[in-house]
């Protein structure tokens, strides 16, 4: 069965950095692609950013010039680093392996 596993999330102030990760239990090119999604109380659940098997990376328009998703191939590790946070970035964020599988997520709190 695949597993993906988040960490790295935290409570932040905002214009501070965090790195989420995530581990796959296989092979990351057994994915058509892979991606980061977010959650916030009361929200639907949204398409944060996307790394194609080709390398091709995606942003929701909020994200764009603050977060960057890349991959370790050699590890199977999924990241998202994520700089100048604000408060609407709070919601836990989940990775996602296309096209059937998530994993639990990692909240992520920005906050003064």
């Known amino acids: 069965q695949v597993q993906l596993v988040e960490s790295g999330g935290g409570f932040m102030q905002p214009g501070g950095s965090l790195r989420l990760s995530c581990a796959a239990s296989?092979?990351?090119?057994?994915?058509?692609?892979m991606a980061w999604y977010r959650q916030a109380p009361g929200k639907e659940r949204e398409l944060v950013a996307t790394i194609t098997n080709g390398g091709r990376l995606s942003y929701a328009d909020s994200v764009k010039g603050r977060f960057t998703i890349y991959r370790d191939n050699a590890k199977n590790m999924l990241y998202l680093q994520m700089n100048s946070l604000k408060p609407e970035d709070t919601a836990v964020y989940y990775c996602?392996?296309?096209?059937?599988?998530w994993g639990q997520g990692t909240q992520v709190t920005v906050s003064s």
């Open positions: 996602h392996g296309s096209p059937y599988s």
């Open positions: 296989v092979n990351i090119f057994s994915f058509n692609a």
